[in-house]
Nanobody
Framework: VQLQASGGGLVHAGGSLRLSCAAS????????VSWYRQAPGKQREFVAG????????YADDSVKGRFIISRDNAKKMMYLQMNDLKPEDTAVYYC?????????WGQGTLVTVSS
């Protein structure tokens, strides 16, 4: 049972990145999926989520309109398209999946946005 995140890196402010998360070992399509992030010295926070019925939710206006969450159940993949990145988006990004009380976390991928 595993979530494997990838796609992080160093990008200039205003740039874009697409994070990916590969799922294995569980029925991915039954799970709600989401992305969280943890900036240095801060607590992990919710960024965006998508239910198993493809209903999306975003944390707040700081990411809404810039970030897009998506999923491909056939490929057991989830994505976070991040546009117009800002230095304050710098964090380790984690993918997460849950079904009732079952929760899965990916290992995190580092996104660094330079000014």
């Amino acid at each position: 049972v595993q979530l494997q995140a990838s796609g992080g890196g160093l990008v200039h402010a205003g740039g874009s990145l697409r994070l990916s998360c590969a799922a294995s070992g569980f029925t991915f399509s039954s799970y709600n999926v989401s992305w969280y992030r943890q900036a240095p010295g801060k607590q992990r926070e919710f960024v965006a989520g998508m239910s198993r019925n493809n209903v999306t939710e975003y944390a707040d206006d700081s990411v809404k309109g810039r970030f897009i969450i998506s999923r491909d159940n056939a490929k057991k993949m989830m994505y976070l398209q991040m546009n117009d990145l800002k230095p304050e988006d710098t964090a380790v990004y984690y993918c997460h999946a849950n079904y009732r009380i079952l929760k899965r976390w990916g290992q995190g991928t580092l996104v660094t946005v330079s000014s």
